[in-house]
């Protein structure tokens, strides 16, 4: 996926978690779930607050701003990108270490879309709970966490993979002129 969708769609991702908490505060009860077990079952609870709905959707938003402030970080630091193959890394021309960074920077987005996701469904199920529709996380919520663990695994290996592949291309490339 092009950083360009992901970014939008993490935009949009974000911007429905933040707006929908807002939206639904003032109907929360006085008491909401603030943690779940590893069933889902809520273990802990807090009175409704601003702080006690909003930290998820925060914690969204500042992870994202993180991942965004080191994607943007990477190209001003070509150097300190950590690939499997340093030494070849090292060996590239600046253009073709920006494109290998460029291919970072989509891992990076993708892996912050699926975290948001991740928390938008989690955000909805304590909803869910919160206001009595179900007595822990919804399937969809816990599938969420096991799905961004996994994805996280699967686009790693690839990012790992591909950089490889293409640092060894960029090498030849350059050996070959």
Known sequence: MSRTVSSALN????????????????GLPQEIPVHFGADGTPDRFASTSWLSWMLLPLMAVALSVMMEGISRLLPRMPEQLNVPDQKAYKALS?????????????????????????FAAIQIGSYQVAMGSAESLPWYSLASIAGFMIYTIIVAVRAFRDSQALINRLSEVAHAV
Do not use: H, P, Y
């Open 11 to 26: 935009l949009l991702v974000l911007s429905l978690l933040v707006g929908l908490s807002v939206l639904v505060f003032d």
């Open 94 to 118: 600046l253009t073709d270490k920006l494109e290998v960074i460029a291919r970072q920077q989509d891992f990076l987005s993708e892996i912050t879309l699926s975290m948001n996701v991740m």
